[in-house]
Each structure stands twice: as C-alpha cells, then as structure tokens.
C-alpha cells in the first residue's frame, strides 16, 4: 500500500488536516506491524523519530549495479549526515536517468529535498524504502539488506549532490 501520494499532499495542501493524520497514524501502525520483521538498521530507521528523513538533502547517490548496492548520504540536519548502504539493491523503476535529474536538481537556491519515506516487505520478502521527494519525483529502492550510520557533515550545504555510477565502463 501507499501512504504518502500525490492526492494525500493535494488534500494536506489545501488543509485537510484530518486525511493527513489519518494518513500518519495508518503508516505508523503499518510500521508498528512490520518493525519486528525489519533488521536493526531498517528498525531504526522506521522507527526513530530522530532519523526520520523528512527534509533531508541528498549528498551524494552511488549506484553499483554489478556489486547490487546503493549508497546515499544525506544532509541530515546542521551536524549529521546519514550514510545508508543498500545490499541487494536495485531501483523499484526503470527510469534511472529520472531519478538522478531529480536528485541532482536544484530550483533557484532550494536543492531536493526528502518529503517523505515509506518503509515496507515486498511480497518477495525483500525491503522496500520509498522517498517521496521535493519539488517533484518519487522513487524506490528494493533490497535485501541496509547498513546505517551517521557521520558528521564534510560538505557545505548547498553543495550540488551527485548522482554516479561506480564500476561502469567508460564511454568510446
């Protein structure tokens, strides 16, 4: 299921306050059903409020597709970057192209932003980690495993993310 969709920000936008909390207290009992299932690190991040990535900035995204892991580290807050590490690890869409553009993106001085995430067990019973961003796009990242850690901020907010991938063979 869905949580975070375009209709639910339309209708907080336009202040429809009470289809928002509807909205936050069906994901978290989801989250509450599915935590005992998620690894450590995944728990975490479900569940710890001060992990949540809303408002997060993309640092960097490496994509290896032969070693099937992703990697992205995220401004998190004024002191803390997240550096989650995606094992098993594909795209849940095909456009990856979009999804660079989206994390590269800047607007004016505003760089993309996390809106929101949603966690959850595909029928496979690999994970699921969607980010809704901002100003436009959403995508998911399917996986077998997540290792987490915080680190301290070495770029200059503001900075360009960059979105790459490692291990690919260079263009003639």
Known sequence: MRWFTNEIYEAWTNGDDAAWDETLAAYDKHVATIAPRLPPDLRRLATEERLHLHDAEFTSVVVDREAETIEMVLWHDDDRALRLR??????????????????????????????????????????????????????????????????????ARGEPARFSYANEPADD
């Open 86 to 155: 995606f094992g098993g690890a594909t795209f849940a869409e095909e456009n990856v192209q979009l999804i660079g553009f989206a994390i590269e993106g800047t607007f004016g001085e505003t760089r993309t932003c996390i809106l929101a995430q949603e966690i959850d067990i595909a029928d496979d019973g690999r994970f699921v980690l969607r980010l809704r961003l901002w100003p436009f796009h959403e995508f998911g990242v399917v996986f077998r495993s997540l290792e987490l850690a915080e680190e301290p901020v070495v770029t």
